[in-house]
């Protein structure tokens, strides 16, 4: 079959050659746009990252550049902030790193149980065509697996947000307690922000107890 084959089918229903080839090269803009806005938040996060956790002391803080267990540096920083009595955070480097993979590996069966599903519904239908006969249930029982898959998903990347944005919290409030909780906010409902305030940040001598910050405003007093 030819490759244009679904081009020349647009073209026979009437729209124009010009039109089409606008559409896709406003498509291909799009999507190299897109993924190079995602290099430049990548990378802006993770300089951030990096200089935060080599001030921090954080072994290994080059681990920031590598996709997936970089949210194991982010995690150790927060790691760092004591809370109001003293205490230290959990384990934020472990847990967040977990939740990840988790994510990935859930995704990555979603996305094949997915491929597979669409397949053999595609093979049932053609099937019901040709025997002309209605579709049952059963046809569809390879989507089971999919709606499985997509709820798991979904319960990992919430649990991961979750201790994403408390973590992300505990590292604002180490190098800029006065704007963390704004920093935080922004970033929940504008995420491209998160990069960009950890990009800002990463030159701040971070303090990690907050009870310097009440000590200072009360010598201030």
């Given at each position: 079959m030819d490759g244009n084959w679904f081009i020349n089918e647009l073209i026979?229903?009437?729209?124009?050659?010009?039109?089409?080839?606008?559409?896709?090269?406003?498509?291909?803009?799009?999507?190299?746009?897109?993924?190079?806005?995602?290099?430049?938040?990548?990378?802006?996060?993770?300089?951030?990252?990096?200089?935060?956790?080599?001030?921090a002391e954080i072994s290994s803080p080059w681990v920031a550049f590598i996709p997936v267990v970089n949210s194991f540096t982010l995690g150790k920083i927060a790691e760092k902030y004591r809370k109001r009595d003293g205490t230290k955070s959990a384990k934020f480097g472990v847990a967040l790193l977990a939740l990840n993979i988790i994510t990935l590996v859930i995704g990555i069966l979603l996305t094949v149980f997915t491929v597979?599903?669409?397949?053999?519904?595609?093979?049932?239908?053609?099937?019901?065509?040709?025997?002309?006969?209605?579709?049952?249930?059963d046809m569809f029982s390879s989507l089971i697996p999919v709606i499985i898959l997509y709820v798991l998903i979904m319960a990992?990347?919430?649990?991961?947000?979750?201790?994403?944005?408390?973590?992300?919290?505990?590292?604002?409030?180490?190098?800029?307690?006065?704007?963390?909780?704004?920093?935080?906010?922004?970033?929940?409902?504008?995420?491209?922000?998160?990069?960009?305030?950890?990009?800002?940040?990463?030159?701040?001598?971070?303090?990690?107890?907050?009870?310097?910050?009440f000590n200072f405003f009360n010598q201030s007093l």
């Open positions: 026979d229903s009437g729209i124009s050659e010009s039109a089409i080839t606008g559409f896709i090269a406003i498509m291909i803009f799009v999507l190299v746009f897109a993924c190079a806005a995602a290099l430049v938040f990548y990378l802006l996060r993770a300089v951030g990252v990096w200089k935060m956790a080599k001030t597979n599903s669409v397949i053999e519904i595609l093979k049932n239908a053609e099937y019901a065509v040709e025997a002309d006969i209605d579709m049952t249930i990992a990347a919430f649990a991961y947000m979750i201790v994403y944005y408390v973590a992300l919290w505990r590292v604002f409030s180490s190098f800029d307690y006065k704007n963390a909780t704004l920093f935080t906010v922004l970033s929940v409902f504008f995420s491209f922000l998160g990069p960009i305030f950890l990009f800002i940040l990463r030159n701040r001598q971070p303090v990690f107890d907050p009870r310097e910050h």
